[in-house]
């Protein structure tokens, strides 16, 4: 069975300071792993995706992901957070491109 | 415009009126989605279709209809509306080369 877990449905953090946003999954089969985010009354943007090549994915506003096999973990990371970083973030898995199994969200607020 | 578009961005109707909501994409994906996503609950998945004329049911089909005649156009019709479907309700398209999906603006839509 699929199905993803983002710990934490809110995170604060200082501008400048670490972003950690966590993610684990399961799944029977190799997965595809990707993070979304979605600013206020916007749809939902990719930010990186992990398809089995690099580990460690880099993806767009600085942002970057490493898929840990042994932890099933996708944890999202960004060294110095901006204002502008300030949206929900949602950790996707997919087996085959035809189906989607989503987190339920991590709201990410930046703190002047 | 190349993208995925959904039409109305928003909509009030009333309960036990029908109402429909429009998705256009114009990069011919084979699979197209429908999520409603409310609080608490990140996007659940309603209706998705692989393909022009094949539909299936998702996590949460119940009140909802779907047809795909063309493979750009995915509409969804609430047959006989309710407040518990007062939600946002985001389109998306994949094919199975990139992998990801493709997210439309959203409908925010209001049963009163």
């Known amino acids: 069975a699929q199905s993803v877990t983002q710990l934490g449905s809110h995170v604060s953090v200082s501008e400048g300071a670490l972003v950690l946003l966590r993610c684990n999954y399961s799944?029977?089969?190799?997965?595809?792993l990707f993070w979304y985010v979605q600013y206020p009354n916007q749809g939902l943007q990719l930010l990186l995706k992990?398809?089995?090549?690099?580990?460690l994915v880099k993806g767009i506003n600085g942002f970057e992901a490493e898929f840990k096999k042994s932890e099933t973990s996708f944890h999202l990371t960004k060294p110095s957070a901006h204002m502008s970083d300030a949206a929900e973030y949602f950790c996707?898995?997919?087996?085959?491109?035809?189906?989607?199994?989503f987190g339920t969200g991590t709201s990410l607020t930046v703190i002047p | 415009d190349a993208g995925i578009t959904q039409s109305p961005r928003y909509k009030i109707t009333e309960t036990g009126r029908q109402v429909t909501l429009m998705c256009h994409q114009t990069?011919?994906?084979?699979?197209m989605f429908w999520y409603r996503q409310d609080l608490g609950h990140g996007l659940r998945l309603i209706y998705y279709?692989?393909?022009?004329?094949?539909?299936d049911k998702g996590e949460v089909p119940d009140g909802y209809v779907v047809s795909r005649s063309k493979t750009e156009n995915f509409p969804l019709t609430l047959e006989s509306a309710t407040r518990s479907q007062t939600s946002v309700y985001f389109c998306?398209?994949?094919?199975?080369?990139?992998?990801?999906?493709?997210f439309g603006q959203g409908t925010r839509l209001t049963v009163v």
């Open positions: 998306a398209s994949s094919d199975l080369v990139n992998t990801e999906a493709f």
């Open positions: 799944s029977s089969v190799p997965p595809y």
């Open positions: 992990y398809t089995s090549a690099a580990t």
């Open positions: 996707v898995l997919s087996n085959t491109g035809n189906q989607f199994y």
């Open positions: 990069w011919s994906h084979s699979y």
């Open positions: 279709s692989a393909a022009a004329d094949i539909t």
